[in-house]
């Protein structure tokens, strides 16, 4: 069976790592298409939290720990990388409404048995030391969570797929899906190109409608075109800051975490407004100062400077939930906002369904279910 995967983000290439490994079934031959370089797209650019942190839906929090658990298990198979942080995660509350939330979010969780628990500033002081939290405020441990700098993840996965047959073919966008009747057949390339295949996976996160709509198959995500789209946000990196931060610190007005090279990774959910495609330059560069100067209360003695402002596209499917499944004979699409956690247990899923067993973890998230708005 000829599978060809568009897209080598997170999602794409955990998913031809799996391919390349399959437990059973029949032999694939898998090819794998990306416009740029694995992981250069929004996978390398956003915050990458690995959570379950959300008790609202208790189905998809249950979806979400399983691909946490995942995650430890894949990283154990690459002997502990540098691009899998199991770090957990401090969060605090400083006003009584914020207060009462967390205290309710905290017990909700541990009810659903995920590791969740109140903390004294004490024990925060030891988790992260060079952090300042309010005297007063109430702080919460999430002992389970991690975060993962995911150009690296996607591009270690890409590369075993690679060494385990699978074709890489790199700096060529697919442009359309090809088609024979109701039946995808493969894609075109940007540089003329046609690639065939029995079996073609959409996994080209914010790309996939276009490339969808190629064929006349539509996916309900929220448009990043729009004005005042949230599916951009924005991801600011520091210069070196060695151990200014452990793990993840989700404190008011600010997301942050080690970075890659050393620094520091933060976002800021009120500091995205506006930024969406004609967000100038200069809007960018001040988000980004903003965002050190939050990140300058976080950590007192932070002495690092911005190295980079990027603006993520998050592929956001209109109700939050993932979007998998067949959509045309010949045609599987895997789009998630939630790639960063989700990847490892979605490629072990969809591997089962396209060797013709079908999951029931997944029938929820089918893209053509109801529109819950009508």
């Known amino acids: 069976m000829r599978v060809l995967v568009v897209g080598a983000g997170i999602i794409g290439a955990a998913l031809a790592d799996r391919l ?32 379950a942190n959300d008790p609202a839906d208790p189905a998809y929090h249950r979806f979400r720990t399983a691909a946490m658990s995942a995650w430890r298990d894949l990283a154990a198979g690459f002997g502990d990388p ?3 942080r199991p770090s957990g995660n401090v969060t605090w509350a400083a006003d009584d409404g914020a207060r009462e939330r967390l205290a309710g979010r905290v017990a909700r969780l541990s ?14 002081r030891r988790l992260e030391p060079h952090a300042a939290a ?38 060529r966008r697919a442009v359309r899906l090809n088609t024979g009747g109701d039946r995808v057949t493969g894609v075109r390339l940007d540089d003329g190109r046609d690639l065939d295949a029995d079996l073609t996976v959409c996994a080209a996160g914010r790309h996939s409608p276009a490339l969808l709509a190629t064929a006349g198959v539509g996916l309900p995500v929220v448009d990043p075109s729009e004005p005042g789209s949230a599916a951009p946000c924005l991801v600011a990196t520091t210069s070196p800051a060695q151990g200014a931060l452990n793990g993840l610190v989700h404190a008011p007005g600010l ?42 209360a976080l950590v007192p003695a932070l002495t690092a400077e911005v190295a980079e402002v990027r603006r993520c596209v998050r592929p956001l499917p209109v109700d939050g939930y993932p979007l998998i499944g067949f959509q045309r004979p010949g045609l599987y699409t895997a ?20 060797a013709g067993r079908p999951s029931p973890e997944l029938a929820p998230y089918r893209p053509d279910r109801p529109d819950p708005a009508l």
């Open 20 to 51: 390349t490994r399959p437990a059973s079934g029949a032999p694939v031959r898998v090819t794998v298409v990306e416009a740029e370089a694995p992981g250069a797209g929004t996978s390398g650019t956003s915050y990458a939290w690995i959570n």
């Open 82 to 84: 540098a691009w899998y």
């Open 111 to 124: 009810g659903l048995g995920y590791a969740a628990d109140l903390i004294t500033s004490d024990r925060f």
């Open 134 to 171: 309010p005297p007063d405020a109430l702080i919460a441990h999430y002992p389970g969570e991690a975060h993962l700098h995911g150009g690296p993840a996607a591009r270690a996965l890409a590369l075993r797929a690679r060494d385990s047959g699978a074709e890489l073919v790199t700096g």
């Open 255 to 296: 997301s942050a975490r080690p970075a890659e090279n050393g620094g520091l990774v933060l976002e800021a959910d009120d500091l995205d407004a506006g930024i969406d495609e004609s967000a100038s330059p200069a809007l960018i560069q001040e988000a980004g100062r903003e965002l050190l100067a939050r990140a300058r």
């Open 335 to 354: 789009v998630t906002h939630s790639g960063i956690t989700l990847a490892p247990h979605l490629a072990a899923l969809v591997a089962e369904e396209i």
